[in-house]
């Protein structure tokens, strides 16, 4: 039959691409903010709400919070992960893929899938096999020029999940303009928060840190907390005008 316009009046403002469903109807696309320059596209979502769809909502900073063509959502059919592309490096029209597991609702940060499928030249337009066993997508391997279509096992996705890794290689914090974590070689990175958060310290557990961050143009400083995967952000002290900084844990972690 003839297609036909999906959601017309909700999305009439806004251009979408690559929509990704969920077993229970909910939507995941590629678009953008008005007026926004196409580079700062980013990934958004639609509930199915009984069959009537609500507000279009764009994902939280773990996703779209930092780095440049945000795009090509895969949604896991149960909203486990969800994975993407977007430049997050210094080599230009370098696309990596990118996984993030939502856990109890949130999503954790976004982990790069790994070396042996992201390279400096560019992957994008990744997919799953309805079993789930078999992650596809796009690469330029050898030839800058022409995409090829590669496959993998789905393992490369399950490592990273912070329920299944028993150690996790980004083992060094850093901060400054936002925290991040990265491996002891600097070859891999990614980012748990945006803004103006310094002074990352680990709990005696490895599982959370806690840092600085600042309010009020610099006149007021908070500590913090996040664990690990990126979840829990939580604002520690509140007292205005004071600069709270630089924390340290106690041995038990208390």
Request: glycine share 12%; proline share 4%; net charge negative.
């Amino acid at each position: 039959g003839q297609p036909q316009l999906l959601l017309a009046d909700l999305l009439a403002d806004r251009w979408v691409m690559c929509v990704s469903p969920a077993r229970n109807g909910n939507l995941y696309f590629t678009s953008s903010e008005r007026d926004a320059r196409l580079a700062d596209e980013g990934i958004y979502s639609v509930e199915n709400q009984g069959g009537q769809y609500g507000t279009v909502e764009g994902l939280g900073a773990s996703i779209n919070g930092y780095g440049k063509w945000i795009a090509h959502p895969f949604i896991d059919p149960d909203e486990k992960y969800l994975i993407y592309d977007a430049e997050r490096t210094d080599i230009a029209e370098n696309g990596d893929l990118y996984v993030s597991f939502n856990i109890d609702g949130e999503w954790t940060a976004s982990y790069p899938i790994g070396l042996e499928v992201n390279t400096e030249a560019g992957e994008q337009g990744a997919t799953v096999s309805p079993d789930g066993k078999y992650l596809f997508y796009l690469g330029h391997g050898d030839d800058s020029e022409t995409n090829h279509l590669y496959w993998v096992s789905t393992e490369v996705i399950d490592r990273w999940h912070p329920q299944h890794a028993t150690t996790s290689p980004y083992q060094i914090a850093h901060g400054a303009n936002g925290i991040g974590l990265s491996n002891t070689a600097g070859t891999l990175q990614i980012k748990l928060t945006q803004g103006d958060h310094g002074y990352p310290a680990w709990s005696p557990d490895g599982k959370k840190l806690a840092f600085y961050g600042y309010y009020d143009n610099g006149k007021t400083w908070s500590i913090h907390t996040i664990n690990r995967d990126g979840t829990g952000f939580k604002r520690i002290t509140h007292a205005k005008d004071k600069w709270d900084n630089m924390p340290a844990w106690s041995y038990d972690g208390s």
